[in-house]
């Protein structure tokens, strides 16, 4: 599917229609659904955009995960054989990323040779593992009143305000800390500046390493990532994802597939 090269023939804001030309005779195989294609803008930056639907034999409907301005008919697309993937292993740690896998925070990409499909097979129902363990949060409204169950899954709803992020944040810290495990925040529609909070948060609770130096100067009011110190950064046990609320809606709505990959490489990996 490498070879395969198609030429963008509508685009309707962040919906891109792809079509290919095959030769008289061949087979006319499509990329498939899920599928992630790229394309470069005028101005260098490469979209990346997810086939969503075939249309007739010769042509597929994508969403892009990045702003479609600049793009036109007429632009090469190329498919890449696979769908999204995002970095996985020891490199996550302390890490800030899209929806895409690359990195937001400042500190270079990672290593794409070790990644992971955010489209996969479920597993199996009878391979599912129950479990009636309680998970102490350490918050005691919620390990009295409303007990999480280890394996579970919970929902906070609220509204603007009323402690949604700062019950994460302390569920985070309490992991990290008295249970020694790992965590994943991802960031569905959040604002930047919510974004920017959290993440200075988690590095002065401790949860995101970046090191003595960087601490001295972040409580001096500066940002200098030259003095992360990456064997600290490396003992995080928190892997951020984000699809901002400035973000196209692709990007909004996969970001949370984003998230539970990496969740998952913390949960198959022996060693995370």
Known sequence: MSELIGHISQIVGP??????????????????????????????VTVVIEVQQHIGEDTVRCVAMDSTDGLRRGLEVTPTGSSISMPVGAQIRGRVMNVTGNAIDGLGEMDRSESLPI???????????????????????????EPYLKGGKIGLFGGAGVGKTVLIKELINNIAKKHNGFSVFAGVGERTREGNDLLREMIESGVIKYGEEFDKSMEEGHWDLSKVDREQLAKSQVAMVFGQMNEPPGARSSVALSGLTLAESFRDSPNP
């Open 15 to 44: 919906v891109v229609d792809v079509h290919f030309e095959f030769p008289a005779g061949a087979a006319k195989d499509l990329p498939l659904i899920h599928e992630a294609m790229t394309t470069i803008r005028p101005d260098g």
């Open 119 to 145: 489209h996969r097979e479920p597993p199996k129902f009878e391979d599912l593992k129950t479990s009636r363990e309680v998970l102490y949060t350490g918050i005691k409204v919620i390990d009295l009143l």
